[in-house]
């Protein structure tokens, strides 16, 4: 069997290619993924930082602790407490110390200046011999004006310029009296000890040239202080844990390119696999003729799918290992992943890929295999020249059962929680079990399909649009196997663009709907203070309502095992918030929110209005709140609100003002400008904060979705090009016969063109249908969540994948066709299969 399976690659050499091409490049694109996340299990080991040079360092406890059945569980403060400055002062009895304060500041042109590339900060200039960082020009500030500034890569700024820099207390101008080269984790400008406590009197840690132990007796027990020496001092550098948290991110972004890569390829391949085999259904026919048994037929396909199994699927983990490292470089440098992002020496991604594509081969062509052994040597041949019985029941049972699983999902998922529908993670997998259910259907819905949209083209004088109509009703494996690409193509195109648009479409209605604020301040990163300055201007202004707000975050033990951290909103008060919001509230009032009490949404486990809930609030106090309204879930954004006392430590990174009526507008614009020019701050109306916040997404997740298109689009391209060039080559003998009957090479060549264009529009209509589901769904889950917005469909993407699909289809079946036909069309007739 295997020298007879050789023998038969040899002389169908274009169908073997062409499965060999869509393997190797399937089992590529797992293992590139594979390497890839494998490379996101494991960040850097790092050391201390910012304080590699302190001994010791004393700051705030920053985790909440809670013994429960199953163990203790952590979770991280959002405000850690500040130190006491009395306890400062003891510290000092033990040796020489140096407090620390952070706070946000901003130079106009930073990157120009200074060659920021993080967000700068605030230091006293006491605390920089603690990482250290040296003096490359210039001295150390001596006097409230003076500052000390690092720089990175192109920064133009030298001792003795004058900069402005915006503090909490608002714009100044600033003498640069010296210049440290930057740390790299965090770009800074330093001032006096002085001037530093009086811009930030917080102290946020204290460093002690002493010793631990001492350190510890001399807090005791029940301080709220955290001692940290030797490598624990690396908790007390800026984002400690921004390489994990990093790789969290990509993580998700490779784990959902994995997964839909793995989706694409087992499906495409398999695909293949199967056509190749259905293609040569005479062949079988005249082997059973001359004796073969229907196990010597099905062996002999194995041995044909085993061979091209094992050397594709050695070629893909070539091509994985190739292109891992260059997709790792190409995700650092659009800011997806670390500028340190590389891939690993891990084995493992390419067995898994090298095992799936070989299965995937095997079982590709075990139906196929069964039905061609099992078939009748007269019936095959039979067969060979019309599709016939392309959609036996235990096909269409299955794909009755994915479809109703598809649907059965979203439709629970809808019933039971509304707003999971809206979750990256379930509309990016959501439309697979539909996709698959919409190709396995696919034989028995492209026949009425393609003879409705070649309605009125068979119609038209010629017979190019009747002989399409019929050729694609008679060759129905051909033209299932070539809308399956253009299926997964359009679905995925139009449901993870359309998807993301949508929501994002109805987050901004769903802002607008709740803003009643008239003008909007916010800081653009939160927990970034925006200036006192500004925040006592706005307060002065007359006419207006202000109410200001403050990131935090609260913590709750849920059905005593589990730590859930919300983040939350502070707020002057609860009258205020109903001045300048309109949030949903489905119980209580806003306007009831107090320092005793908690606004909570529809998540959370206790949503009865005057219950008590225990909660650790940002700093770790805990606290037994009273719920006083409880909001719907909406699209996600409403979140948790509480009053500013319950929020200590933390500044204003948002003002929301609403114009009395009646008031003058134009002097209270004026004036809050005046204000925020003073300040560095911009003030934006409502629409324009919503317009510059809404609804678009960040760029990485962008540029994320654009890269899971892309691998599907790219490789389902390649398939659809490579299964068209597999079906015009087995169609010499028809396409000869059509040139005996009088046709011009040129009448064959549109005819197999028109052919490719109306199997593209027929795969894309299935894909639309797939698609138009997930967004009903959607549009379904957000009217559920009382969010009221339309339904966005990507059409320039959606058509620039159905154009691209059509020319690949239109070159791939017209090119090998213009190829057979330079052959005299008597010796083409005469070929076999």
Known sequence: MLSLALRGMRTRWVTFVGSFVALALGVGLIATTGLALAATFDAPERGTERFAEARVVVQGTDEVKADTPIGVRTSTLTNPRAVPQKLAAELATLGPVA????????????????????????????????????????????????????TGPGARVRAGDRIQVVTPEGAGTRTVVGTVPAAGFESAVFFTAAEAARLSPRIDRVTVDADPAAVRAALGTGSGMTVLAGDDRRRADPDPDRDKEALVSVNALLGTAAGITAFVSVFVVASTFTFAVAQRRREFGLLRMAGATPGQVRRMVYAEALVIGVLASGAGCRLGRWAAPRLASWMSGEGLAPTWFRIGEQAWPLHVAFWTGLTV?????????????????????????????????????????????????????????????????????????LIVAMALLAPLLVRPLTRLLTWLPARLPGAVGMLARENAAAGVRRTAAVAAPVIITVALACSLMGTTAT??????????????????????????????????????????????????????LEEGTALVRSEARAVDSGTDLSAVSRLPVVAGRLADLDDDSIVVNEEWLTTRVGDRVPVWLGDGRKANLRIAAVLGIGTGNNGVYLTARNAAGTGVDRVDIKVAAGADRAAVDRRLRAAAGASGVEVLGAGQWIEAHYPRSSESTRLGLLMILAIALVYTGIALANTLVMATTDRVRDLAALRLTGATKTQVLRLVAVESVMVVVAGAVLGAAVSAVNLLGVRTALGLLDVHSTIVVPWPTVGAVIAASAFLAVLAATLPASLALRTRPVELAGMRA
Not at 105 to 134: E, F, M
Not at 378 to 406: F, I, K, Q
Request: with cysteine.
């Open 361 to 433: 081969a095997l079982c590709g062509v075990v139906v196929a295999s069964f039905r061609a052994g099992r078939t009748g040597p007269t019936a095959a041949l039979r067969e060979s020249a019309v599709d016939s019985g392309t959609m036996p029941w235990s096909r269409l049972l299955v794909a009755a059962a994915v479809l109703l699983t598809g649907l059965g999902l979203l439709v629970t998922a809808l019933v039971d929680n509304p707003g999971d529908v809206l979750k990256r993670k379930t509309y990016i997998t959501q439309p697979m079990l």
């Open 503 to 556: 929501i994002n479409e109805a987050k901004a209605a769903e802002a607008r709907t709740q803003m009643r604020a008239d003008y909007v301040v916010s800081s653009g990163d939160a927990g970034r203070a925006l200036p006192d300055g500004f925040v006592r201007a706005a307060r002065d202004v007359p006419g207006v309502t202000v109410s200001t707000s403050r990131s935090t975050g609260v913590t709750v």
């Open 99 to 150: 407090e620390d304060r952070t706070f946000p500041v901003s130079v106009p042109d930073a990157d120009r200046r200074v060659g920021a590339d993080t967000t700068l900060v605030g230091h006293s200039w006491a605390i920089a011999a603690a990482t250290p960082y040296r003096l490359a020009s210039g001295r150390a500030p001596t006097s409230p004006g003076e500052v000390v500034v690092t």
